[in-house]
């Protein structure tokens, strides 16, 4: 199987490209996928910080955890969006731990069951920038359907493999500190959107209307499983499952 396109400097010359790739492979296969990626991003925040003027205004951070509406918080909530988008809480931790002690830092969590399909579909059917096309192409070329990409998840190899890119990276990857304890203030959910808006709403002090962003049309996502199916991706995200309080048809109170 060839190994994925990784998110490495695009600076480095191209053996070193190569060489921080396998490095990267070889640690996500020991399961040391959380640590690689925080390690990576508080690299890159500090030589290009994510914080902005709006962070510092509203003495906020909304961590972006990828297909968890985040695209459309931005314009919901008027948040300024950084050239990129996904730095973990421990990077922007990291950059600046000062002005991070005295923000209030949230996220939106989502079923994973949910977040699987979606970002299967997004990937394999709609993809927008030019290395999510890359990479859909790489890796999910070979599969014609959700249920033979779902399944060869029980793969341990091609499932760590997977969850080198940012859509299927578990959502605890980009909330935790490197022991894994989650370091952000409020952790809302996507199942409850409206709601968890207008709190966020008057926490920030904005008005806001709720707006779709790179939605991909298709059936609610438990049509998708059988109990294989189910089992399999609970596996995979045993983490997520458990940290956030999910159970496969249901979101946890509150």
Request: glycine residues 4%; contains cysteine.
């Amino acid at each position: 199987m060839a190994e994925p396109i990784a998110r490495i400097d695009e600076l480095q010359p191209a053996p070193k490209r190569l060489l921080a790739n396998a490095v990267k492979a070889r640690l996500f296969r020991m399961g040391l996928g959380a640590q690689y990626t925080n390690l990576w991003w508080m690299r890159r925040a500090r030589v290009r910080s994510p914080w902005l003027n709006w962070n510092s205004e509203n003495k906020a951070v909304f961590i972006h955890v990828p297909k968890n509406a985040g695209s459309s918080l931005y314009k919901t909530l008027h948040i300024a969006q950084p050239a990129e988008t996904h730095c973990t809480a421990f990077g922007y931790r990291s950059s600046n731990r000062a002005a991070w002690d005295q923000a209030f830092t949230f996220a939106f969590a989502r079923n994973p069951w949910d977040r699987f399909v979606s970002a299967f579909h997004y990937l394999k059917h709609q993809p927008i920038s030019a290395d999510d096309k890359a990479w859909s192409a790489q890796m999910l070329g070979s599969f014609d359907t959700f249920e033979q990409f779902a399944g060869a998840m029980q793969d341990r190899s091609f499932c760590s493999t997977v969850f080198m890119w940012r859509h299927f990276a578990p959502q605890w990857y980009f909330l935790c500190d490197l022991r894994g304890d989650i370091i952000v203030d409020h952790i809302a959910r996507f199942e409850n959107l409206p709601r968890e808006v207008e709190n966020l709403e008057q926490r920030l002090r904005v008005d806001a209307t709720v707006q779709r962003v790179n939605a991909v049309p298709r059936k609610h996502y438990s049509a998708y499983y059988d109990q294989r199916l189910q089992d399999i991706v609970a596996s995979a995200y045993a983490r997520d499952i458990a940290l956030f309080g999910y159970t496969f048809e249901t979101a946890p109170a509150g």
